[in-house]
């Protein structure tokens, strides 16, 4: 065999050829149209009964308490709300979040009390987090996780084991992680289980994880950015329509959502506007995918500060924005006698119509409730 250059090259194959002709990939040389049909292997589900035995949730309780919470605290501005709604919890439960980053499990586990911290489980997907073995064991560990199979085939026994057995359990019924930090749609498994189990779905709110920790990224922003943690009050299945008991879950947890960004009776107003359920032909008419992105990432705990555009509608609907106290009751006690003044002029309107005195007197102070003024 004559090699470029006119050099004399040894027959054979050399590394070059055979690195070539290797097939590095583990796929068969056969297409899969041309293999003969074979049923779907079951999937090996992954050993978990170990990760909530006493000696084991004895050692998470320190991992939690001593490593992780401490941690959560160094990194992030934690508030959590709603505890109160958890004093009447007897029996056990499923808590149904949002998901918006990979911190929700350890803050939700970190908010509950130590009494139902210690009987609750987390269900994790079982083709990310039990991929590989290290880190299978590692999130059994520190959330006693249950996988939960996400692409199809037959469901787990081990969700509805864990709840007779006593056990609370947490999903994120959105499936996967938020990528522009809004609500998607709710699948139907924690309706499911709630309604074939007899157990009541508790609601859960986390805002701020998605500015704290967005998907790409290893751990959180720097600054020790705000993230809330609010309980609902447990929901119990009025009939056995996953549909409908689907909506009022998701409902409750957009509720709450909007109940820390501004308060209760702003967020039942919400709710009464909202649909129960995003529809799919409905996606188009979103807000653009950068404005969803931004809204998401207002940092938590800054109610008083708003953006402009909130600013002139506050301007134009009450009056006077941003004052609280004896200043901001002045400011408006004096735009009403202003309004009342032109009101009196003779312009052809005469001196009793055309003026909002109730509008032009309530103040909003810097938490966005008015104080009416007489």
Same mark, same amino acid.
């Given at each position: 065999?004559?090699?470029?250059?006119?050099?004399?090259?040894?027959?054979?194959? +050399?590394?070059?050829?055979? &690195?070539?002709?290797?097939?590095?990939?583990?796929?068969?040389?056969?297409?899969?149209?041309?293999?003969?049909?074979?049923?779907?292997?079951?999937?090996?589900?992954?050993?978990?009964?170990?990760?909530?035995?006493?000696?084991?949730?004895?050692?998470?309780?320190?991992?939690?308490?001593?490593?992780?919470?401490?941690?959560?605290?160094?990194?992030?501005?934690?508030?959590? $709300?709603? %505890?109160? !709604? %958890? @004093?009447?919890?007897?029996?056990?439960?499923?808590?149904?979040?949002?998901?918006?980053?990979?911190?929700? =499990?350890? %803050?939700?586990?970190?908010?509950?009390?130590?009494?139902?911290?210690?009987?609750?489980?987390?269900?994790?997907?079982?083709?990310?987090?039990?991929?590989?073995?290290?880190?299978?064991?590692?999130?059994?560990?520190?959330?006693?996780?249950?996988?939960?199979?996400?692409?199809?085939?037959?469901?787990?026994?081990?969700?509805?084991?864990?709840?007779?057995?006593?056990?609370?359990?947490?999903?994120?019924? @959105?499936?996967?992680?938020?990528?522009? +930090? #809004?609500?998607?749609?709710?699948?139907?498994?924690?309706?499911?289980?709630?309604?074939?189990?007899?157990?009541? /779905? /508790?609601?859960?709110?986390?805002?701020?994880?998605?500015?704290?920790?967005?998907?790409?990224? *290893?751990?959180? /922003?720097?600054?020790?950015?705000?993230?809330?943690?609010?309980? +609902?009050?447990? %929901?119990?299945? =009025?009939?056995?329509?996953?549909?409908?008991?689907?909506?009022?879950?998701?409902? @409750?947890?957009?509720?709450?959502?909007?109940?820390?960004?501004?308060?209760?009776?702003?967020?039942?107003? $919400?709710?009464?506007?909202?649909?129960?359920?995003?529809?799919?032909?409905?996606?188009? !008419?979103?807000? $653009?995918?950068?404005?969803?992105?931004? @809204?998401?990432?207002?940092?938590?705990?800054?109610?008083?500060?708003?953006?402009?555009?909130? =600013?002139? &509608?506050?301007?134009?609907?009450?009056?006077?924005?941003?004052?609280?106290?004896? #200043?901001?009751?002045?400011?408006?006690?004096?735009?009403?006698?202003?309004?009342?003044?032109?009101?009196?002029?003779?312009?052809?309107?005469?001196? $009793?119509?055309?003026?909002?005195?109730?509008?032009?007197? *309530?103040?909003?102070?810097?938490?966005?409730?008015?104080?009416?003024?007489?």
């Amino acid at each position: 065999m004559t090699a470029p250059g006119g050099r004399q090259r040894p027959a054979g194959i +050399g590394l070059r050829e055979m &690195a070539r002709g290797w097939r590095w990939a583990s796929r068969p040389p056969v297409p899969a149209s041309a293999r003969p049909y074979q049923p779907a292997p079951r999937g090996r589900e992954f050993p978990t009964a170990w990760a909530r035995t006493p000696a084991m949730r004895a050692a998470r309780v320190a991992a939690l308490e001593l490593g992780m919470r401490p941690m959560l605290d160094a990194n992030l501005s934690l508030s959590v $709300a709603g %505890l109160d !709604a %958890l @004093e009447g919890l007897r029996t056990p439960a499923v808590f149904v979040s949002n998901h918006s980053s990979h911190l929700d =499990a350890p %803050l939700l586990l970190c908010a509950l009390p130590r009494d139902i911290r210690d009987h609750t489980a987390v269900a994790a997907a079982a083709d990310y987090f039990f991929d590989s073995w290290w880190r299978g064991l590692g999130t059994a560990f520190l959330f006693a996780t249950v996988p939960i199979e996400r692409r199809g085939g037959a469901p787990s026994s081990a969700p509805a084991d864990l709840l007779a057995a006593g056990w609370n359990l947490v999903i994120f019924p @959105e499936g996967t992680r938020t990528k522009d +930090g #809004q609500l998607a749609r709710f699948r139907f498994g924690a309706a499911h289980l709630a309604i074939t189990c007899g157990v009541p /779905v /508790v609601p859960v709110g986390i805002r701020g994880g998605f500015a704290a920790m967005p998907r790409g990224r *290893a751990w959180t /922003v720097p600054g020790r950015p705000g993230v809330s943690v609010r309980f +609902g009050r447990p %929901l119990y299945p =009025a009939d056995s329509d996953l549909r409908s008991f689907t909506g009022r879950i998701f409902a @409750e947890v957009s509720r709450l959502i909007d109940e820390d960004a501004t308060s209760w009776w702003d967020s039942l107003r $919400a709710a009464r506007e909202r649909p129960a359920v995003p529809a799919r032909a409905a996606r188009a !008419a979103r807000k $653009a995918h950068w404005r969803q992105v931004w @809204e998401a990432t207002e940092p938590v705990g800054t109610a008083g500060v708003v953006s402009p555009w909130q =600013a002139a &509608a506050r301007r134009g609907s009450a009056g006077v924005t941003g004052r609280s106290g004896s #200043q901001g009751l002045t400011a408006a006690t004096g735009a009403a006698r202003e309004a009342q003044r032109e009101s009196r002029e003779p312009d052809g309107s005469g001196g $009793a119509g055309g003026t909002d005195v109730g509008g032009a007197g *309530a103040a909003g102070d810097a938490t966005g409730t008015s104080t009416p003024v007489g």
